[in-house]
């Protein structure tokens, strides 16, 4: 179990201009429990994000992985942000692969769809990292 407080802020403002980032500061609390039974791993989390901007949310998931070898994983994720009273949902999945070369270096590929969106047409969400 896992709790890390965190602020998510924009250093500079043209990325906000450019729809890259959210305006404002936000301040989020999740909340994670993590169980592995074999090769499968669960994940869940909750949290509140405060934010300056706009309305204050609920961020909530589950992700299930499985270890393929011993340094790789594939996953998967639902992932939900609603405002406070539960409302106006915005559901994520997404599917991915977290593989250890060396302890220090891990490389995680990840690429998702909204299913559900209340504002705007579902987006395709993708990520990278090293």
């Known amino acids: 179990m896992s709790m890390f407080p965190r602020v998510i802020f924009n250093v500079a403002q043209s990325s906000v201009r450019r729809g890259l980032a959210e305006e404002g500061t936000r301040f989020q609390i999740p909340f994670q429990a993590a169980k592995t039974f074999g090769r499968v791993r669960f994940d869940a989390e909750f949290g509140p994000r405060a934010s300056t ?18 340094q790789t994983m594939l996953m ?7 405002r406070m009273n539960f409302s106006r949902h915005v559901l994520t999945l997404n599917v991915g692969l977290r593989h250890e070369f060396i302890e220090n270096y891990i490389l995680i590929v990840s690429m998702g769809h909204e299913l559900r969106s209340p504002d705007e047409p579902t987006a395709l969400i993708g990520y990278f990292g090293m």
């Open 53 to 70: 901007v706009g309305r204050s949310e609920w961020l909530y998931g589950v992700v299930c992985g499985f270890d393929v070898y011993e």
């Open 76 to 82: 998967t994720e639902l992932h939900d942000e609603s």
